[in-house]
């Protein structure tokens, strides 16, 4: 049974730093690619950040310079760290496995429940 399991998310003031995690069992590890993506009410899915299966990651957007990745191939785990969180980074967030190659959230075939981060004063 394939899960990926976000943990991590919780309350932080502005300009905090928090990072979430995303483990995953029930897929062939070293072949995923893991986007991490988050939602805000009312607003479109965004994607944020990816990590290949050949250890590579970026992070694209509004979140590019503040949030990074981290992964642990041996827990089966990726980590997305976030610094200098804004009031806007309020969202819900979650991690996808996807095959290689997989860029856009349609790729990403295996999501996890979402764990919601809140940026407030």
């Known amino acids: 049974q394939v899960q990926l399991a976000e943990s991590g998310g919780g309350l932080v003031q502005p300009g905090g730093s928090l990072t979430l995690s995303c483990a995953v069992s029930?897929?062939?590890?070293?072949?995923?690619?893991i986007g991490w993506f988050r939602q805000a009410p009312g607003k479109e899915r965004e994607r944020l950040c990816l990590?290949?299966?050949?250890?590579?990651?970026f992070c694209a957007g509004s979140v590019k310079g503040r949030f990074t990745l981290s992964r642990d191939n041996a827990k089966a785990t990726v980590y997305l760290v976030m610094n200098t969180l804004k009031l806007e980074d309020t969202a819900d967030y979650y991690c996808a496995a996807g095959p290689p190659g997989a860029t856009m959230a349609v790729d990403f075939h295996f999501w996890g429940q979402g764990t919601q981060v809140t940026v407030s004063s």
């Open positions: 029930g897929l062939a590890w070293d072949d995923q690619v």
């Open positions: 990590s290949g299966s050949d250890g590579t990651g």
